[in-house]
């Protein structure tokens, strides 16, 4: 088989080490004609003498010295990347750019990821919040979350994250002043608190007693942007408003909300980890991607109020 340059170089550096051929081919476990041809190759390209040979001994001319330097050098310094990748390969490292939905990102997912950076010394994360549709790989994104049907997208893998379901929510004292619908119907003799989208409500999505879902387009008292508002609302005893369950889950457990109409509030959308598609998944993502399905899990649940 033909020697490659890079070959050379090693059996060179085995000779350099050995003192001379018949060493260094009981090293590599070659012949010594297969060592001195090697030598030869490389002196040829080089242009230049590396040995000095006599018939006692072996030594190198001040070109080979030079040379051997130089190829020590670069030899750790492969070995020093080569280790380094190894590592990346075994241990979450380097850098992740994240982006995450606004409200579930900045309350549930990303306290969850800051852990990782505690844990993991030689891992970075650049996380945003966003609710756009992306191509992940021109705006340079390493892994994202979404909320609502996932696009069908070429070259993206996902993992499901749970479901963000919605409850309808009054104050304990609303309730206790006003009473709560018992129907579809009967919210529209209440004070509704529903969210902004383009200058209107945005609609309520309800099942019907046949089964049948519709939009309903609540007449708002208040119309505001986000669910923040919508919750300090609901709580100053504003009237009925829609909210992520998760969001008011300790409340309604305080007995501070009451949940109305929870058999037929309908709008519940599922949670995904989107990334691009490789074939290689490093450590830096697995991780990431696991502390998602762990934290989410835990917060979204199974969809009950307990």
């Known amino acids: 088989m033909q020697h490659q340059h890079g070959d050379d170089i090693g059996v060179f550096l085995a000779v350099c080490a050995a003192g001379s051929f018949v060493s260094a081919s009981k090293r590599l476990a070659l012949s010594a004609s297969a060592v001195a041809k090697a030598v030869f190759r490389l002196e040829a390209r080089l242009d230049v003498s590396l040995f000095t040979r006599t018939t006692r001994r072996l030594s190198l001319t001040p070109e080979g010295v030079v040379y051997r330097d130089v190829c020590l050098d670069a030899r750790r310094e492969i070995e020093r990347v080569e280790t380094m990748l190894s590592d990346v390969r075994q241990q979450p490292a380097g850098h992740l750019r994240i982006s995450l939905p606004p409200l579930l990102g900045t309350h549930v997912v990303a306290p969850a990821l800051y852990g990782l950076c505690r844990r993991w010394q030689g891992l970075t994360l650049d996380i945003s919040t966003s609710v756009a549709t992306l191509d992940l790989v021109a705006d340079n994104i390493d892994l994202a979350v979404r909320i609502g049907n996932l696009p069908d997208v070429a070259g993206l893998a996902s993992r499901p994250l749970g479901t963000q379901r919605v409850a309808l929510c009054a104050s304990r004292s609303y309730a206790e002043a006003r009473g709560v619908p018992g129907n579809i119907e009967g919210l529209s003799h209440h004070d509704v608190i529903a969210q902004s989208s383009n200058g209107r409500p945005r609609p309520w999505q309800f099942w019907q007693l046949d089964g049948a879902l519709i939009d309903w387009r609540p007449k708002a008292r208040l119309l505001l942007d986000g669910s923040p508002l919508i919750l300090s609302a609901i709580k100053a005893g504003q009237g009925v408003g829609l909210l992520p369950l998760w969001l008011v889950r300790d409340d309604i457990a305080s007995g501070e909300l009451v949940v109305v109409l929870e058999d037929h509030v309908a709008g519940h959308l599922p ?23 762990d934290i989410t899990r835990r917060r979204l649940g199974d969809g009950t109020l307990a």
């Open 271 to 293: 949670v995904h980890a989107i990334w691009p598609m490789s074939s290689v998944m490093l450590p830096r993502l697995r991780v990431t991607i696991d502390a998602l399905v």
